[in-house]
């Protein structure tokens, strides 16, 4: 049974608060949770030891309660929260359904105390899991009696994920409607029930039960509030058989079911985790590359450039080299031409004539 139990982590606290206190305290606190469950937990100064806790939760269905409160196989289940500590008080307290009273001089101290505390703070989820096992149960103890479709029993283990339960000859449907937040979401939960259903359709998978996925609703929900089927994310169908509520088969048939939203929730969580994760990895990496590029580009435009500028010194040094060797060679030119023979041709062609005058100048002397 404390396979599928959810406790309330307000009502555990206050209880553990309680149970450790060494002075008596008078306390009276009412305790909502969800939106549709109330608790109301009250302890005395002259009585320490003793803890009232009243519950009230949603029903179900009046096919499986009594006029005056829970159905007796519920009543059972509960008195199986640690029995020697917790005792069922009738009638219960007016506008409640359930009263406990606990006894904490009978609760050991320890880790014990805690496991104990947690099993009592689910109460409401074993009220919940008893009653849709009682429904899964008249399937096997009188299948005979239901010849046609039944209405469908709304079953609210949490007040945002609600899903439906109808009655057919030899087998039960249980029917969810999906809700998201983000459209993301939906885009994940829609490849998980299409994949949900290709696994269940398989031999590996031939005794789970058949799985059924659509966006509409389907025609066994025709005639319930339309809030009830305003949904994103579709409506996901099993069909439950006679051989899945059989023996110690129903604990882990009612386990699955209270526990299927919570499972596509978590596995749609986890998903988009990873595709972050991924997305994020991916993108360190390209900046590292686009970084290292970067990094790379100028290194490689600064060796360029070193290496233009030993190429242009190196350029500017032979041209210099050249102009000095030329600047050499031009001042060893000479500006007369050689040709050979020349000078010869010159000697004999090209004389000029000596001339003699007839005046003679007679030079002074100059007289001291």
Known sequence: MACFQRASPALKEILLKLYSLEKPTEMEHHLHEFGSVQYH???SVSNPQQIFLSIATPLLSQAVLLSDGLSPYTVEMVKQICSHAV???EPAKEGYQLTLRIDSAKIL?????EKIITDIAAVQAVIISSQLKEVLRNVVNSPAHFQGTSRPIKLVYHPREPFFVIKQPQKILVI???????????IIATAFFRELMDVGSSEK?????????????PPELRGEPLEELSTNGGFVTFDISLHHVEGKRLDKTVWSLLNFNAYVKYHVKTTRGFIQRRMRKRLEGLVE??????SDDAVLNKGRGIMYMKKLVARTNRIKQKC????????RIRFRIRIPGFARFRRRWLKFPKFSSSIQYTRLKCSD
Do not use: M, N
């Open 289 to 294: 590359i686009l970084h290292q590029k970067t």
């Open 176 to 186: 969810y409607p999906i809700r998201f937040k983000e459209d993301t979401d939906v």
């Open 205 to 217: 998978w031939s005794k789970a039960p058949p799985c059924c996925w659509s966006p509409i609703p």
């Open 324 to 331: 000095r060797s030329l600047s050499r060679k031009i001042k």
């Open 109 to 113: 101290h320890g880790e014990e105390s």
């Open 41 to 43: 937990i009250q302890s």
């Open 87 to 89: 005792e069922i008080i």
